[in-house]
């Protein structure tokens, strides 16, 4: 359906909210016409806010997270314990971690994962700085939790070849059952993993 | 869930997107974390299309359609009739009406429709510039193309006595049984009122 809009400002508008991911032009359309109803302040606000950030935003010098200084809270907590890095796709997965309250460690956010049909390489990630933390000496354990996909076990792969050389243990997130979940309708992957990484009854009681 | 944002500048931009209807915090995460990929001059065009069309929107002297000049493209197209104004709640109606191709003749945009529970009443709405134009003799049939709600008719209604005076047809566009739909499915009001409101056969064989 082609639409006509009754102005080319209205029209701007609508396309750029279109090019979000997920909306479509009517969304575009109602949410346009949504900002119309507010102040010019508001709206004001609302621009300004996004493009601010793009200009302004910063990331941790040493994990990569979005932060507003050199260094991201989270590194720069000292009650965390930097021997342990959870290395993460985005700061999405550091957020859902976080409010886990079950980490204590720090993070490396990779910025993304191996994935060669969307053209990211190794040299598009966060790679080096990685393997750059690891050979400093502070790293004892490094957690990979990136997404249970082909292209997150790619990604799992390659930083544990790269880190193979130095003393640093690997370990991943337990892929099993989730918590809630019937068994009857588990797929079959994860219920046969869910077996072979059992874990003693006792310990689960202590959770 | 309260979420702990990295960064203060990234919690504003998320609840300012948060803000828009239908866009909830994770749904505002995944947009600005979109947004953080795309260029900086693309964000700057996002955000200041919103800023423009909300500062500088203009609203046809006229229907009060939303347009660029003093007088919207419809009501300057002098190939439009002008004797038959339809009447209609927001632009979304007028760009849908207009896109059936069906309907060449003028609009009057309301900018909303009588709804005490939201504290919108008569005087909100453009009613006095309706009666203005009828007043001025031009025009000959108004057709409300209001919802088909308790307010939309309580809004038909209003128009309905306030133009009483005047030598003015007024109708109401069909209401009956969606073009595909099966009666079966069809709700006891509208396959009433389908039945009540039947036309011609030969009539609907033109269509």
Do not use: W
Request: hydrophobic share 40%.
């Amino acid at each position: 359906m082609i639409q006509k809009y009754p102005s080319a400002l209205l029209e701007n508008a609508v396309n750029e909210f279109a090019k979000l991911p997920g909306i479509g032009k009517k969304t575009a359309l109602r949410l346009v016409l949504h900002s119309l109803k507010r102040t010019p302040q508001e709206v004001e606000a609302f621009g300004q806010a996004i493009i601010t950030l793009r200009n302004e935003v910063n990331y941790c010098k040493v994990c990569h997270n979005i932060c507003d200084d050199e260094v991201c809270n989270i590194c720069s907590d000292l009650s965390r314990d930097p021997s342990t890095v959870c290395v993460v796709e985005n700061i999405k997965e550091v957020m859902a971690i976080e409010n886990t309250g079950q980490f204590r460690g720090l993070y490396h956010v990779l910025g993304g994962i191996i994935s060669p049909m969307d053209g990211i390489g190794p040299s598009d990630l966060q790679l080096n700085s990685l393997v750059e933390r690891v050979g400093s000496g502070e790293v004892k354990e490094i957690i990979l939790a990136l997404s249970t996909t082909m292209e997150g076990d790619t990604t799992n792969f390659y930083i544990y070849r790269k880190l193979s050389g130095f003393d640093v243990k690997i370990s991943i997130i337990a892929r099993g059952i989730s918590v809630g979940d019937e068994i009857e309708y588990a797929d079959e992957i994860t219920l046969g993993r869910s077996i072979l990484n059992r874990t003693n009854f006792k310990d689960s009681l202590k959770l």
